[in-house]
Structure formats: structure tokens, C-alpha cells
């Protein structure tokens, strides 16, 4: 029996419980209210209903379906924002730094900027708040804490169940970095996303997200979407036994802003976009967007 | 009917953006590194260059002296290149406005000299004189402009900086001369820094007779070119002539 066989068995024998059912709810419903899920309509106040549906179906399969999707790629494109970002708090200072990871569930980013602060400037005073909609995607990064050098007494990792879009228990101007990797395009209301990041960030500090994003080149656009509409979905069916979760993944993909559309979103939101505003990742598969709030 | 397709053709963004922008007008001539805060912060960062050198530390400092974060470094590494380079860069973009300013000067001795290629030797030695407070670190931050990956920004630069000493001397060229005397005062201002490092001679004295001595040559090449191209011209006209005049004769 093969190794994928015995993934979905697993997955099945932990409950997961399949989407169709709550997707087909309110499927045809318009006007003001409605967001998109995926490409489908529905109401506003049922999208983050749904897509928590998805993340609890996917949290304990989460990192091998990364994997097999992107073939490892994802974590290049993670370290890659790690470096670019170059956080931490340098040698002579006496402030150190307030991380935000948003979104950040398994803890893959919020892990990594500590650990690049602390391998490159020698702090190990920053704190990290993770905040995640999703407490079993919470869960999955709590458990990964529990076992990590971070989890030594001295509290400098909290996570926090929060909404994104409002962030209610974190204070206005009180953090100098905001991350969030890959969860910006599963808010129901992205404006009101990066408007509670502005709040929530010190002058001086800096926003940023990784995101997927829109292929420039029609050619490479079009084996992009060849795999990702034909291959991923057929993938989440055999590895994570999950075809609609991951249906729903390429279909959110495809309908986040452009780069340059999201470009304008965040200097809407008030920050300083500095010049181009963002980096391509493998062909504009992904990119990075900065902003900074001054 | 003809009409759609040019209009649609007008719509599409990136080629006109890309057919419009020429560098060689001067209202399409940008002024490097002019954007607001990434570049005010890489131009007060220079003020730490004579005591710390062309080092991230100088930017560190910046953005604790303006009460920012230390994570706002975020803004000087997004796009990859090391901070190192960054400041040489702007150094160099600054060093460029400074040489402006100073022969904008209406007291300048430089509105005194009629000569062209005496121009082109005095701006060169005046913008080898702003190397002097950070002479120490210059080797440095010459090391981080010739790593291939920042290659091209690098001669970017040079090409304004040899663009600005060409036009502030007077240069009317409409031919290949054009380029030539370009390449020539690149090529004359890379040699003369590099001599400039190691001169140990009082106010750099052997640098400034060495910059007089290239400009010289480059000015005695021209006159050779120009000559030559005479020359050429009425032999191939001489040519012509004799050869008309053979048909002539029948």
C-alpha cells in the first residue's frame, strides 16, 4: 500500500469532514454582502466560517501538502522574505524589537525571524506574538513551540487566537514588524486587514507580506494554471484525502489583486510603499509586498 | 475601423512607458536615488561614512538617531543589495550634486577657465578633492562597485558622473565624438582615483599633475582623430575627383 494511501486513511480516521456541504449553502447569493470564496459567491459572514473550514481540515496535513504542492519551494520563498526583511535588533541597542506574525499558524515565519535575529545580531530579546483566526492551526504552531529552543521560560513567544482584520487585543502602535506569509488572501475583507496592520504598527514600522500572486509572462501563466487548476486539487485528493480544500486554494489564488493593484491597497491603508513596492518570486508565482508606516 | 487597433495599441501600459522614457532628454533625466525615504536616509547615513566607513553600521545609527526602529533596515535591503553597496552608491550620487553645486557657485574659479579640456581636468580634480575625508575607506566601497551583480548601477553611475564633467565643460560633440569623449573621461577618472589611493604626496599633488597629463593626452587623441578624419575626407574627395575627371576624359 502506498505511502499516499495510508496519508489519506489517516486523514479520514481524525474526522475531517468534507466541504461540499457548507460550500453549496448560499452559493447563489449576490449584492453587497457577498465576498468570494474560492469562485464562488457567498455572504460575508459565512467566508470566514468557510475558510476556517478549510484550515481545520488542512492543519495537521498543512506542511507536507506545502511541500508536495510547491515541491519545497515554499520554504525558499519563506527564508528568502526572512532575508530580505533582515529583522532584528542590532548590536548596541536597547530596544528590541516587537514581532507580529499574522496569520502565522504553524509558526514557520515567526520561528525563522528569531532565528535569523538571533544567529545574525545576537538578540534574543525581540518578542513575537503569532496571532492566527484559526485555533488548530494555532494549535499546530503551539505544539511546534512546545518543542523548540524558544520554549525556554522566557515568554518570548505568545500566541493568540485574533481575527486579523481587527486584531482587538493588540494595542495601536505597538509593534515594529508585521509579517503575514500566505494568509492575507483568505481575509474577508483585505482593506480592513491591512488598515488594522497600519493601527497596530509603531511609526517607523514595517508591514510585510508574502503572498501568491499573478504570473506577468502569458506563457509561463499558462503552465501555472494548467498545473495548479489540474494537479493541486487532484493532489489534495490523494495525499490529504481533502479535493475541495484544495480547490479552494487555487481558486483564492486566482482571484487575490495583482501586484500592483495590492501595491495600492496598502498605501490606501496609509503606509509608505517604498520604490516598486514589491518582488517577484519565481515568475510572480509569489511576491513580496513592504510597506512601512510613518 | 483602423482606428481600434492604434488606440488599443496607445492603452497598453508597458510600451509606452518604455517608448517614452529617454534618458537623453533632459526632462526625462532623473536625478538618482531621489526617492523620498529610503535615499534621505542612505544621505544622512553618509555622515557616519568618515568615521565608521562604507558600513551598515553608518545606517544603523541613522535610524536610531531619528528614534526608528532597527527593523526599518527593511527598507535599505528589500531589493537585495548589500547595504555596503547601497552606501557607496549614494555616496557617489551625492559626491555628483556636491560638484554641481560647487561650479554653480557664482565665485567659482571654474567660470574663468575657457579652455574645454582645461574644464574637463578641473572638474575631475574637484570631485577627486570630495574623495578626501573617506580616502581610508574608499578601497572598500571601489570593492563593492565592481562585484559583478552591482556592475551595472555602477557604470550607470560613472557614465553620469562622465556625462556631468562632458556637459559642464561644454562638450558640443554630435557625432561618435560623443561617445568617445565620454568613455575617455570614465576611463580617465576610474584611472586617476585608483592612482589617487595610493598617492601619498601633500593635498594629492602627484594626482592632480597625473589627471593634467591624461586629460592632455585625451585632448591630443581628439586632435589626432580630427585629423585624420581631414586627412581622410580630402584624400577620399581627392579620389573621387581624379577618378571623375578619368571618365571624363573618356
Redesign the interface.
Same mark, same amino acid.
Given at each position: 500500500m502506498s505511502q499516499l494511501a495510508r496519508y489519506s486513511i489517516r486523514s479520514r480516521s481524525l474526522g475531517l469532514k468534507p466541504l461540499t456541504s457548507q460550500l453549496r449553502f448560499n452559493s447563489n447569493s449576490s449584492g453587497e454582502n457577498t465576498t468570494h470564496f474560492g469562485f464562488k459567491t457567498v455572504n460575508k459572514d459565512d467566508k470566514e466560517k468557510l475558510v476556517g473550514g478549510v484550515f481545520s481540515s488542512v492543519a495537521s496535513n498543512y506542511d507536507i501538502m506545502n511541500d508536495a504542492m510547491s515541491m519545497g519551494v515554499h520554504r525558499l520563498w519563506k527564508s528568502h522574505f526572512i532575508n530580505r526583511l533582515d529583522a532584528g535588533m542590532r548590536p548596541g541597542s536597547n530596544r528590541p524589537l516587537q514581532f507580529l506574525d499574522v496569520a502565522g499558524g504553524t509558526g514557520d515565519i515567526a520561528f525563522g525571524l528569531l532565528d535569523h535575529a538571533e544567529r545574525k545580531f545576537n538578540d534574543v530579546n525581540s518578542t513575537m506574538t503569532v496571532v492566527d483566526i484559526n485555533a488548530d492551526m494555532l494549535r499546530e504552531g503551539e505544539k511546534r513551540y512546545q518543542a523548540s529552543k524558544w520554549n525556554d521560560g522566557s515568554d518570548r513567544v505568545q500566541f493568540l487566537v485574533q481575527n486579523g482584520e481587527q486584531l482587538d487585543q493588540i494595542e495601536d502602535n505597538s509593534k515594529d514588524v508585521y509579517t503575514i506569509a500566505f494568509g492575507i488572501r483568505n481575509f474577508t475583507n483585505i482593506q480592513a486587514g491591512l488598515n488594522a496592520a497600519y493601527r497596530v504598527l509603531k511609526p517607523g514600522g514595517i508591514f510585510a507580506c508574502l503572498e501568491f500572486s499573478q504570473v506577468d509572462n502569458p506563457a509561463i501563466d499558462y503552465i501555472y494554471q494548467a498545473y495548479s487548476f489540474s494537479i493541486l486539487p487532484l493532489m489534495g485528493q490523494l495525499i490529504a484525502d481533502d479535493r475541495d480544500s484544495y480547490q479552494y486554494l487555487v481558486e483564492s489564488i486566482r482571484k487575490f489583486p495583482k501586484q500592483e493593484e495590492f501595491k495600492s491597497m496598502i498605501e490606501k491603508a496609509g503606509f509608505y510603499v517604498p520604490e516598486k513596492g514589491y518582488e517577484n518570486l519565481t515568475f510572480g508565482v509569489a511576491s513580496i509586498h513592504i510597506g512601512v508606516k510613518l | 475601423m483602423l482606428r481600434t487597433p492604434v488606440r488599443r495599441l496607445a492603452v497598453r501600459k508597458p510600451i509606452s512607458l518604455l517608448s517614452t522614457i529617454r534618458s537623453y532628454h533632459s526632462r526625462d533625466h532623473k536625478i538618482a536615488g531621489d526617492?523620498? $525615504?529610503?535615499s534621505q536616509i542612505l544621505t544622512k547615513s553618509l555622515e557616519y561614512v568618515p568615521t565608521y566607513g562604507f558600513n551598515s553600521n553608518c545606517i544603523?545609527r541613522t #535610524?536610531?538617531d $531619528?528614534?526608528?526602529?532597527? =527593523? $526599518?533596515?527593511? #527598507?535599505i =535591503?528589500?531589493?537585495?543589495s548589500s547595504p555596503e553597496f547601497k552606501l557607496m552608491l549614494q555616496w557617489l550620487i551625492e559626491q555628483r550634486k556636491n560638484l554641481e553645486r560647487e561650479i554653480k557657485q557664482p565665485e567659482s574659479e571654474f567660470h574663468n577657465i575657457a579652455d574645454e579640456y582645461d574644464r574637463v581636468s578641473y572638474l575631475i580634480k574637484k570631485r577627486l578633492e570630495l574623495n578626501e575625508p573617506v580616502i581610508k575607506h574608499l578601497t572598500f566601497g571601489i570593492s563593492q562597485l565592481v562585484i559583478p551583480y552591482y556592475l551595472s548601477q555602477s557604470m550607470e553611475e560613472l557614465h553620469n558622473l562622465s556625462d556631468d564633467i562632458a556637459f559642464f565643460a561644454g562638450d558640443g560633440s554630435n557625432d561618435f565624438a560623443w561617445y568617445s569623449k565620454r568613455m575617455g573621461i570614465s576611463s580617465i577618472y576610474v584611472s586617476s582615483e585608483l592612482y589617487q589611493l595610493t598617492d601619498t604626496s601633500k593635498d594629492f599633488k602627484n594626482t592632480k599633475k597625473f589627471v593634467d597629463d591624461k586629460v592632455q593626452k585625451l585632448n591630443n587623441l581628439g586632435n589626432a582623430y580630427n585629423s585624420a578624419e581631414q586627412w581622410g575626407m580630402f584624400n577620399a574627395i581627392s579620389l573621387v575627383n581624379l577618378i571623375r575627371s578619368q571618365l571624363v576624359r573618356g
Open positions: - | 526617492e523620498p $525615504l529610503e544603523t #535610524i536610531r $531619528l528614534n526608528y526602529p532597527d =527593523s $526599518l533596515q527593511a #527598507i =535591503s528589500k531589493d537585495g
